[in-house]
């Protein structure tokens, strides 16, 4: 499970969050909404422990999994190495196998920039999902996406997300996509930011 009990979140003097608080359960799948610079990604940082400078608590379990806005992947090294150079824990049996559910079965031995963006975002999902994480976030991983691969990435990601059954929080801009994976819509406004109450 994921726990957040931030009271203050501060650059210098300036604040940017204050009493945000919520759980996510294991299987559970929050989206957070917010428009750009509210301080999403600041409290992703603080979630998964990137930036430990706040005030309050947060628990998260040991196997967490990020797929970011950009796919972030090791351009010179070939899709399965991708996969398995970050996870000592994943035998290639393992990866390949995820390389299937993600349709890029018949890609292991090519390179990243081989591929189309949304195929790439692919491969984001298939190294964060085959470790079986306990917790994921995802921070708008279909942004930039045309609406037809946007729909296939999220078909895909529940499918993952039903099979692992991580605690996910996931952040975006849309409000239909995060309608459709979440199971609970929380939104941040405000200076400093803060939950606005559920709808």
Not at 66 to 72: A, L
Not at 125 to 151: H, N, W, Y
């Amino acid at each position: 499970m994921i726990s957040v009990a931030l009271t203050a979140k501060s650059f210098g003097k300036h604040a940017v969050l204050r009493d945000i608080a919520f759980d996510v359960a294991p299987g559970e799948t929050v989206a957070l909404l917010g428009p750009s610079g509210i301080g999403k990604t600041t409290l992703l940082h603080t979630i998964v422990g990137t930036d430990p400078a706040f005030d309050g608590h947060i628990k998260r379990p040991d196997r967490m999994a990020i797929v970011f806005q950009e796919p972030t992947l090791l351009l010179w090294r070939s899709v399965l190495q991708n996969i398995l150079i970050p996870r000592e824990d994943v035998n290639q049996a393992e990866a390949m196998k995820m390389l299937q559910k993600v349709g890029l079965g018949n890609k292991a031995r090519m390179f990243p920039c081989q591929l189309s963006l949304g195929q790439q975002r692919r491969l984001s999902l298939a190294r964060a999902f085959v470790g079986r994480p306990q917790g994921l976030i995802m921070d708008e991983p279909f942004a930039s996406l045309d609406t037809q691969t946007a729909d296939d990435m999220l078909t895909l990601t529940q499918a993952l997300i039903k099979d692992t059954r991580p605690a996910t929080i996931f952040v975006n801009h849309a409000r239909a996509e995060a309608n459709r994976l979440a199971d609970r819509v929380l939104t941040l406004a405000g200076s400093p930011a803060t939950l606005m109450p559920l709808e």
